[in-house]
């Protein structure tokens, strides 16, 4: 068969790619060496546009939130497992700056599709530690990733748009590419962290995580808790809590020193019993500047990247696809996530 494009690799990045280049009229492949590590199938999957010890809005919030959402209601709904919930976030208060800062009602106006004029709440102390309460952020989720990949593979191999190879695919470039018995006129590299040797000359920075799942009767599955770490809902009994942050040691190697530290930060947040039953690691594909990593080759016409999601995955992925095909069709991409800018 004959294709637009063949897209290597299944994560986030290359079916949430291949998914949106349908939508827009082109016929694509995902050739994908799922490796039990990939990122996606460990993630989180949270979707929360307020970040960081001092609170800020991360970056373009108000742009990839609201095309996320809308992407992931139609395709995420549809395997039944609610793999994307929109959830609100309580941010548990560790100052009383914190708490002045949020009880006016005049935040800025970036701000307002995710806080509420009245934004500060409380959680019930016999579960969780917040005695100064909690920021509440909306407009934020959590996308099972593993379940939503499942059923978007699913959907795609009914189509013939997706074949999961059994080595890792190193194609040379080439006016055309051929796998098996396909063709393709152009290949784009959507490979998380163990990118090919081509993009060598771009800033990766990859980033180990751990994460665990606990399981737990006494823990609300209606929200998304942040404190020291994050607490979020899997199913009725079970919650992911992390995640660890490495950048000197890449390898899929789970440590002791990760768990512990991750149980100690839970339990900073809350004295409720638990049983850790799952913990796992995966590579975020991060980049130096912390933006994606998204164009063409510049020494190859039909070559392209589609990459450096970092730890932000779940909400940057579908505005991006859109942008790279706008791209492909011609239109410039924004400075900020084009890999040119690393070319001088
Ligand atoms: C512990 C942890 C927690 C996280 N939590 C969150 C979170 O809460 N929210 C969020 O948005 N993000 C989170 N992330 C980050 C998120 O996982 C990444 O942003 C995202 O999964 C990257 O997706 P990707 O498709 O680029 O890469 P991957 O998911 O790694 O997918 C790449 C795919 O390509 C395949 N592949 C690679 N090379 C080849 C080849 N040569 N041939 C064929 N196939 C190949 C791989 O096997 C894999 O299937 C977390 C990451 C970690 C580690």
């Known amino acids: ?57 991360s970056w373009r919030s108000e742009d990839f939130f609201p095309k996320a959402i809308d992407f992931y209601r139609r395709y995420a709904p549809e395997n ?19 708490q002045n800062r949020w009880s006016t009602a005049d935040h800025p106006d970036r701000f307002k599709l995710f806080i509420e004029d009245q934004a500060l709440s409380s959680l019930p102390s016999d579960r969780y530690h917040n005695a100064l309460g909690t920021l509440v952020v909306k407009s934020g989720g959590k996308l099972d990733m593993k379940a939503f990949l499942k059923h978007a593979h699913q959907l795609l191999l009914n189509d013939l748009a997706y074949e999961e190879v059994d080595q890792a695919i190193d194609i040379t470039p080439n006016s055309m590419y051929a796998y098996q018995n396909d063709q393709a006129d152009h290949l784009i590299h959507a490979e998380g962290w ?37 607490i979020a809902p899997e199913t009725d ?28 930060r839970f339990q900073k947040m809350t004295d409720v019993p638990f049983e850790v039953i799952d913990h796992q690691v995966g590579i975020r594909p991060a980049v130096s500047d912390r933006r994606p990593l998204i164009g063409k080759h510049p020494n190859h016409n039909n070559l392209f990247l589609f990459n450096g999601m970092g730890s932000k995955g779940a909400s940057m992925t579908p505005l991006l696809a859109e942008w790279f095909i706008d791209f492909m069709e011609g239109q410039a991409l924004p400075d900020e996530v084009n890999l040119n800018r690393f070319i001088s």
């Not at 490495?246 to 390898?251: L, Q, T």
Request: hydrophobic share 40%.
């Open 1 to 57: 068969m004959h294709y637009h494009s063949f897209i290597i690799g299944g994560g986030i990045a290359g079916t949430v790619l291949a998914l949106t280049m349908r939508d827009r009229g082109y016929s694509v492949k995902i050739l994908d060496h799922r490796s039990g590590n990939s990122c996606s199938n460990v993630a989180a999957g949270l979707m929360n546009p307020i970040t960081g010890k001092r609170q800020t809005l």
């Open 80 to 98: 039944g497992q609610n793999a994307f919930r929109e959830l609100p976030i309580h941010r548990i208060l560790s100052s009383v700056a914190e």
């Open 194 to 230: 163990n990118h090919a040797d081509l993009w060598n000359f771009l800033p990766f920075t990859p980033m180990k995580g751990e994460i665990l799942t606990l399981q737990s009767d006494h823990l609300d599955t209606d929200k998304i808790v942040i404190g020291s770490c994050f």
């Open 237 to 264: 009994q079970t919650f992911r809590v992390g995640a660890t942050y490495d950048w000197r040691s890449i390898n899929t190697t789970k440590t002791g020193e990760a768990r512990e530290a991750l149980i100690q």
